[in-house]
T-cell receptor
Framework: DTAVSQTPKYLVTQMGNDKSIKCEQN?????MYWYKQDSKKFLKIMFS???????INETVPNRFSPKSPDKAHLNLHINSLELGDSAVYFC????????????FGPGTRLTVL | RKEVEQDPGPFNVPEGATVAFNCTYS??????FFWYRQDCRKEPKLLMS???SGNEDGRFTAQLNRASQYISLLIRDSKLSDSATYLC???????????FGTGTRLAVRP
């Protein structure tokens, strides 16, 4: 059974387009996250949600908008895609914010042409 | 100065070798420390937490020196399957934010 799943796995799109990445966890966790891993493999947190409420927003451009319809889902919508948005985006979840291990999804490789 | 610094490597070692990775962190108020492992084109996975008293899990030993703000990971008797990138990770004292180092790449050769 997949614990944290993301769709799509690969996304290739043109500059200026709007795209969404979906994330679902079946672990019953309260907290979900989005991370970005750039071409230099540096992994950096973007957002964190706890029970559908935003708790971390790391100075990400407002073209990025997370949406949490329920605590098992955290989707990432990106408007007006730019070349610099090309990266691997990882979703993660944890049981108890601030204490528990974070479990990562398989990643979505976004390429902006 | 980066918040979490690691030697990027790569460390290229023969099977059976012992290899050590080091990591330093800048925020003295950091609360929790971890080593994650990331295989090529895969997601990071928790390898082990790091405690002040030091902890061991099979061939892996992690150490934390709070005074020096230094974390280490020792791998004994390296296996081919240990080839991966090892990420040093620090949790801040407040909130849930994990800060990742850029990772140290390990390649174990036959």
């Amino acid at each position: 059974d997949t614990a944290v799943s993301q769709t799509p796995k690969y996304l290739v799109t043109q500059m200026g387009n709007d795209k969404s990445i979906k994330c679902e966890q079946n672990l019953g966790h309260d907290t979900m996250y989005w991370y970005k891993q750039d071409s230099k493999k540096f992994l950096k947190i973007m957002f964190s949600y706890n029970n559908k409420e935003l708790i971390i927003n790391e100075t990400v451009p407002n073209r990025f908008s997370p949406k949490s319809p329920d605590k098992a889902h955290l989707n990432l919508h990106i408007n007006s895609l730019e070349l610099g948005d090309s990266a691997v985006y990882f979703c993660a979840s944890s049981g108890l914010a601030g204490t528990d291990t974070q479990y990562f999804g398989p990643g979505t490789r976004l390429t902006v042409l | 100065r980066k918040e979490v610094e690691q030697d990027p490597g790569p460390f290229n070692v023969p099977e059976g070798a012992t290899v050590a990775f080091n990591c330093t962190y800048s925020n003295s108020a950091s609360q929790s420390f971890f080593w994650y492992r990331q295989d090529c084109r895969k997601e990071p996975k928790l390898l082990m937490s790091v405690y002040s008293s030091g902890n061991e899990d099979g061939r892996f030993t992690a150490q934390l020196n709070r005074a020096s703000q230094y974390i280490s990971l020792l791998i004994r008797d390296s296996k081919l399957s240990d080839s991966a990138t090892y990420l040093c990770v620090v949790r801040e004292s407040s909130g849930d934010k994990l800060t990742f180092g850029t990772g140290t790449r390990l390649a174990v050769r036959p």
